[in-house]
Nanobody, 120 residues
Framework: QVQLVESGGGLVQPGGSLRLSCTASGIIFSITPMSWFRQQPGKQRELVATITRDYITNYVDSVKDRFTISRDNAKNTVWLQMNSLKPEDTAVYYC??????????????WGQGTQVTVSS
């Protein structure tokens, strides 16, 4: 099964930075598109950033130019560098693997996520 373990969250002041990490297992990581999602309090989970097997990145407008997604296939790890954090970035952040060959229920599960709280 696909297993995803997020870490790196915490409490940070507005304008501060955090770097989230996600380590994956149960997949061929190097061919697997990876994403970060977040769920803000009282809101639905939303896609924040993606990175493809070819290292192409995409971001939701609200984090563009502040967040950077990256990956290291040798470490089976994807990161989300978050700079200039705002209170509205407060959320539980989850990483997600997308099946490289179409829908596959093995990829549907979520990890525990990591809490990011931006507050003064």
């Amino acid at each position: 099964q696909v297993q995803l373990v997020e870490s790196g969250g915490g409490l940070v002041q507005p304008g501060g930075s955090l770097r989230l990490s996600c380590t994956a297992s149960g997949i061929i990581f190097s061919i697997t598109p990876m994403s970060w999602f977040r769920q803000q309090p009282g809101k639905q989970r939303e896609l924040v950033a993606t990175i493809t097997r070819d290292y192409i990145t995409n971001y939701v407008d609200s984090v563009k130019d502040r967040f950077t997604i990256s990956r290291d296939n040798a470490k089976n790890t994807v990161w989300l560098q978050m700079n200039s954090l705002k209170p509205e970035d407060t959320a539980v952040y989850y990483c997600k693997a997308r099946p490289p060959y179409g829908p596959n229920s093995r990829f549907d599960s979520w990890g525990q996520g990591t809490q990011v709280t931006v507050s003064s």
